[in-house]
């Protein structure tokens, strides 16, 4: 037991046991110290460990040794506590190791940024999850040990793909390594050299979108001005035609969903959909839709320097609440505004709404304060359901071809198990060669992406799914964290959970 209170092992009672037999049979025999006087650590003193913790989180991410050694030397700590002198800067640095502190790179946690934000929440527990829901029991899981979870399936079996673009940079590299201490100092690129921009789909059933002579859906591209370009909604579109081609192709036996993130170039929208936007509150001759020029046959016009050519044109009408449209312009003849923009207002009105107090926008960045849904014609406007429903060019094209798609939350990558196999790819091409040329930049990267393993890619499908059981029983980010990382290697979160959150105070 004396051992187990100094936090030693059984080596320490063994000596103590010792030491205590001989002191009982000679009273005069006594341990020696060979380092000198015995001296006892201040943090010995529980009182004055508890304060020095509550001062380090004060002062959050500012530690420093200096600071703890002049808060230790106040005149107010040091009566409180009985010092009798300073300590120096190196004791103060073994206090803060001993405290648990190291003095590292902080850790990389969860993405935040906008991650509890409250129309984010909102789309992730009353728009994806449910959709989730409804699809979750017809999705063949799998254990840590890379074993089907064998059971029957509610309907058509579906596989999931999701997809997701990634960079490589050309000086990428391992930092950390063994040199010998002699070893000199050697030159090093500056800045992250070439990128190569890869998107490509991933299942937990089959791995990556491929077959077996070596077709897939994945594109690259080396991206910028000069070079290959930027991957706009055009490529999306035409790599998930390719990507239907394939499922059909390889799979059609089964139902196929494809699970994007929520990027500008995934939620386009067809040219002159309805938006809320830009709308004036009255009426307009200057509102219409600019959108790309084409020809008869529906290809982009180009003007003379290479740019698109633009032209503008009336957006789509609306539906009103019987079903009917709603031509949002004033026809020829109208008396007063032929062929204007009716304006939000008259828009409105034709709906139902009595919107004659209300401004057209609550603040010039449309921020309305939650949970109103009236509170100015802009947001009215936003919430009715021929503005919400309205479709993207990608949901429209793989709707049309038999395939569903799903768009993740705002700032959820941890939901996107493909975001590991980008990370495990990355882990490997950092141990290969600097790649100074394209050719080797674009060979490598693909190379370490191959390599990734169809157990570890399960094993991310299960830490997403676990997300988002978790987020489903009501747990914040924060919370969704902790659980996946104490029920590591499970798919769904253990019936104990609120329970265990009680007992490490995560509630």
């Given amino acids: 037991m004396a051992a187990v209170s100094l936090n030693r092992g059984i080596y320490c009672a063994k000596i103590l046991r010792k030491l205590a037999r001989q002191y009982i049979i000679d009273r005069t025999v006594l341990p020696i110290n060979p380092f000198g006087e015995w001296k006892e650590s201040m943090l010995a003193d529980e009182d004055l460990c508890n304060d020095i913790n509550l001062y380090l989180q004060e002062i959050g991410n500012d530690i420093t040794a200096e600071k703890l050694v002049s808060y230790l030397a106040r005149d107010d700590v040091r009566e409180k506590h009985g010092i009798s002198q300073p300590i120096t800067v190196r004791t103060a640095r073994r206090y803060l190791h001993t405290l648990g502190y190291r003095f590292t790179s902080s850790k990389k946690g969860q993405y935040s940024d906008g991650h509890e934000r409250k129309d984010v ?4 527990d009353k728009v994806f999850l449910p959709r989730w829901e409804q699809i979750k029991d017809r999705i063949r899981t799998w254990t840590s040990e890379n074993l089907p979870e064998y059971g029957p399936l509610c309907g058509k079996r579906i596989i999931v793909w999701y997809h997701d673009e990634t960079i490589f940079y050309a000086h990428d590299r391992r930092r950390k390594n063994w040199f010998h201490k002699d070893a000199s100092a050697k030159p090093y690129a500056k800045g992250d050299g070439h990128s190569f921009m890869i ?9 990556w979108l491929r077959s077996l002579d070596g077709r897939s859906a994945r594109r690259v591209m080396f991206p910028g001005k000069a070079k290959d370009g930027y991957f706009t909604a055009e490529d999306i579109q035409e790599q998930a035609n390719a990507a239907i081609d394939l499922v059909h192709e390889l799979y059609p036996d089964y139902e196929h969903i494809f699970i994007y993130d929520n990027a500008t170039t995934h939620l386009k929208r067809p040219d002159g959909s309805l938006s809320a936007r830009k709308m004036p509150k009255g009426p307009s001759s200057k509102f219409f839709i600019e959108v790309s020029k084409r020809d008869a046959n529906g ?5 003379p320097d290479g740019s698109i050519a633009k032209e503008e044109r009336e957006m789509e009408p609306g539906v009103l609440p019987d079903g009917c449209l709603q031509s949002l312009y004033y026809p020829e003849n109208h008396k007063t505004h032929p062929n204007q923009f009716k304006g939000m207002a008259t828009i409105l009105q034709e709906r139902g709404y009595n919107v004659d107090k209300l401004k057209a926008q609550c603040n010039k960045k449309f921020n309305c304060a939650p949970p109103a849904l009236n509170c100015c014609c802009r947001r009215i406007l936003f919430n009715e359901p021929d503005f919400v429903g309205v479709e993207s060019i990608l ?5 049309e071809r038999g395939v569903q798609v799903i768009f993740l939350p705002k700032f ?3 939901l996107n198990p493909i975001e590991q196999c980008w990370g495990y790819g990355k882990r490997l091409y950092r141990f290969y060669p600097e790649s100074s040329r394209e050719e080797d930049l674009e060979r490598n990267a693909l190379e370490c992406l191959d390599k990734v393993p169809l157990e570890s890619i399960r094993r991310f499908f299960n830490r997403s799914h676990k997300f988002m059981d978790a987020y489903s029983k009501g747990l914040d980010g924060r919370q969704a964290a902790w659980a996946a990382r104490k029920y590591r290697g499970h798919r769904v979160l253990p019936a104990s959970l609120m329970a265990d959150m009680e007992k490490e105070n995560m509630k």
Avoid: I, P, Q, W
């Fill in 121 to 124: 929440v909102d789309y992730r």
């Fill in 199 to 207: 998107a490509d789909y991933v299942s937990a059933d089959f791995g």
């Fill in 299 to 303: 290809k982009l016009v180009y003007n």
């Fill in 395 to 399: 949901e429209k094209t793989c709707k």
């Fill in 412 to 414: 959820h990558c941890e």
